[in-house]
């Protein structure tokens, strides 16, 4: 299970970065529009480069702890990690009540299907792996 939520991170980072460089593969469907088709967030190539680093944060943590790397870690930012992470991707799967998430009012648009079939699946999966590690390791 630690070996798939490597494998999401890592994939996850690395469009990410492929994005930043200008790679147009799926850019279109990523970010939230409102009703109108007009992009709600665009991000920057820094701000682009920074969640892929995150992700890739993300991915090294769960390597960490399932030995495939030795990189010592504070026991409370293991802890912090090991809660956090999960819990940042149900709050994604929460979303913002508007345009993101299991709650959102805009419905119709291109990232609202897409969101709806791939995204909250997939940052549920996460939240739930993630969780599953913490409780039984």
């Given amino acids: 299970m630690m070996g798939l939520l490597i494998l ?12 930043a460089f200008g790679g147009q593969w799926a850019a279109d469907t ?3 529009t409102n009703s109108a088709g007009k992009r709600m967030l665009n991000p920057s ?3 682009t480069l920074v969640v892929s680093i995150g992700l ?3 991915a090294m943590y769960y390597m960490v702890e399932a ?5 010592y870690l504070p026991s409370w930012l293991q802890l912090l990690a090991g809660w956090g992470i999960p819990s940042i991707f149900l709050l994604r ?5 508007q345009y993101v998430g299991l709650f959102k009012k805009i419905t119709q648009s291109e990232f609202a299907q897409a969101d709806s079939r ?3 699946p997939l940052c549920l999966g996460i939240a ?10």
């Fill in 8 to 19: 999401i991170f890592v994939f996850l980072g690395s469009i990410h970065v492929y994005w």
């Fill in 30 to 32: 990523v970010l939230p």
């Fill in 45 to 47: 190539t820094l701000m």
């Fill in 56 to 58: 890739f944060a993300f």
């Fill in 67 to 71: 030995g495939w790397i030795h990189f």
């Fill in 93 to 97: 799967v929460i979303g913002d009540f």
């Fill in 118 to 120: 791939y995204f909250v």
């Fill in 128 to 137: 739930i792996l993630g969780f599953f590690l913490k409780i039984f390791p």
